[in-house]
């Protein structure tokens, strides 16, 4: 189970990341698109029962994710 919710975070995470580049800088959209999946993921991983000891792989996949997902919208416009 641990493992399903480190790949659906990095997936949703990924999407935002796209997203957020097309938003100014310090604009809510763009905290939006930072804030809204990691809370995704903190609800999923209370409800799902996964232990503690997996937050922080969930964190690392979480910027992983929101970092790629830049890289790609920066290379889709190039």
């Given amino acids: 189970m641990a493992f399903l919710l480190?790949?659906?975070t990095f997936i949703v995470n990924t999407v935002s990341g796209y997203i957020?580049?097309?938003y100014p800088e310090k604009s809510?959209?763009?905290i939006r698109c930072f804030y809204i999946p990691i809370t995704i993921s903190i609800i999923l991983r209370q409800f799902s029962g996964v232990s503690w000891?997996?937050?922080p792989a969930l964190v690392a996949v979480a910027l992983?994710?929101?970092y790629l997902g830049g890289k790609?919208?920066?290379h889709h416009k190039a």
């Fill in 53 to 55: 000891e997996v937050i």
């Fill in 72 to 74: 790609l919208n920066r």
């Fill in 28 to 30: 809510r959209a763009r």
């Fill in 64 to 66: 992983l994710g929101l």
């Fill in 6 to 8: 480190i790949v659906f």
């Fill in 20 to 22: 957020r580049m097309n």
